[in-house]
């Protein structure tokens, strides 16, 4: 059995599309344009271990990079021996996540670039 206000029907507007809530209030656009090879690094370039509150990251390889970019947890290599996804120049991935500095990037030359924005 339900109580009250525990669910509700799909609302759509008159085309028929859907309201859903993300709950995003603002983003955050910035690049990190050293990402080596030598050592997995946070996403923003760190490797402290600061919090930053997030709901979404975009990212996208630089379309001018001359290797790939690997993305994943702190266990992410160069090789892809450390799971994760590999983004080639001008690839884009999309991660829902709730703190930015879980996403970790290696490359395999130096001092590529990987764009990205984060939704909070």
């Not at 669910?7 to 599309?17: A, H, I, P, R």
């Not at 090879?37 to 996208?60: F, I, P």
Request: glycine share 12%; charged share 15%.
């Amino acid at each position: 059995a339900h109580s009250d206000n525990e669910w509700t029907y799909f609302q759509t507007d008159l085309n028929g599309s859907l309201y859903t809530t993300h709950g995003m209030t603002g983003m955050v656009s910035d690049v990190n344009s050293d990402v080596d090879g030598s050592e997995a690094q946070q996403l923003d370039g760190s490797t402290s271990g600061l919090d930053v509150a997030c709901k979404r990251v975009d990212l996208m390889a630089t379309h001018d990079n001359t290797g790939y970019i690997w993305v994943g947890d702190s266990g992410v290599t160069a090789n892809g021996g450390g799971g994760g996804m590999r983004l080639a120049p001008g690839d884009f991935y999309s991660i829902d996540v709730n703190n930015l500095n879980d996403i970790w990037v290696i490359a395999t030359e130096n001092t590529e670039n990987i764009h990205y924005i984060y939704f909070t």
